[in-house]
Nanobody
């Protein structure tokens, strides 16, 4: 059974940087190429929002929501078991609980609406002005 564990959340000042990590375990290595991995976030009183996604096939195709383009970068290790979210130029509106999610298959333009069936426990990011 696939499991995801996030880490790296912290409290920072506006303009600062953080790197979130998501470690995947519990699946066969031969399935490593078949995942769409994504980061979502949810702030208090707001709906969950897709932040970024990356395909675990050889294309390493990435997708971002407009509000983080140019500031956030999603990447993964060569073994495709760890996904990162590098967050630069953080803003107070980036404050949220950040979740890692996975679904079997390749990411596409509709990645934010996929039925992700595996979620991590979340890691809190707080950005103060």
């Amino acid at each position: 059974e696939l499991e995801l564990v996030e880490s790296g959340g912290d409290s920072v000042q506006a303009g600062g940087s953080l790197r979130l990590s998501c470690v995947a375990s519990g699946y066969m290595y031969s399935d490593a190429d078949r995942k769409c991995m994504a980061w979502f976030r949810q702030a208090p009183g707001k709906e969950r929002e897709g932040v970024a996604a990356i395909s675990s096939d050889d294309s390493f195709t990435t997708f971002y929501t407009n509000s983080v383009k140019g500031r956030f970068t999603i990447s993964q290790d060569n073994d495709k078991r760890t996904v990162y979210l590098q967050m630069n130029s953080l803003k107070p509106e980036d404050t949220a609980m950040y979740y890692c999610a996975a679904v079997w298959g390749r990411c596409g333009v509709g990645w934010a609406s996929y039925n992700y069936n595996v979620w991590g426990q979340g890691t809190q990011v707080t950005v103060s002005s």
